[in-house]
């Protein structure tokens, strides 16, 4: 069963995510609250921290940057994510720091 926080849409995934911006280093901490926790080292000004996400999550699943949209949440710290082009259990394997 997929986690809360992933959820398999046409061409791809969508990733519920709460993010914190300012942390001291861009990491995924686990799920808080039925989400995916994400800390940023960018701070949550003129879009850099939704800029820094998007740009994590890509490099992370192994996409193009182009592949991965910012879909809800602009100005809030609870977003939702679609990433085009992979498949749920990939998703969650890289995500949760499998193979």
Do not use: C, Y
Not at 16 to 21: E, I, K, R, S
Not at 26 to 31: A, L, P, Q, Y
Not at 34 to 59: M, S, Y
Not at 64 to 86: E, F, M, N, Y
Request: a positive charge; glycine letters at 10%; proline letters at 8%.
């Amino acid at each position: 069963m997929a986690p809360p926080w992933l959820r398999v849409v046409p061409d791809g995934i969508e990733l519920t995510v709460l993010v914190q911006p300012r942390a001291s280093r861009t990491r995924v901490v686990g799920e808080h609250d039925g989400q995916l926790k994400i800390q940023l080292a960018a701070p949550p000004v003129d879009g850099e921290a939704n800029a820094a996400l998007v740009e994590f999550l890509a490099k992370q699943l192994g996409v193009p940057r182009r592949q991965v949209t910012l879909t809800a949440g602009d100005a809030s710290r609870r977003k939702r994510v679609v990433v085009q082009g992979i498949d749920a259990a990939r998703a969650e394997a890289v995500i949760s720091g499998g193979p």
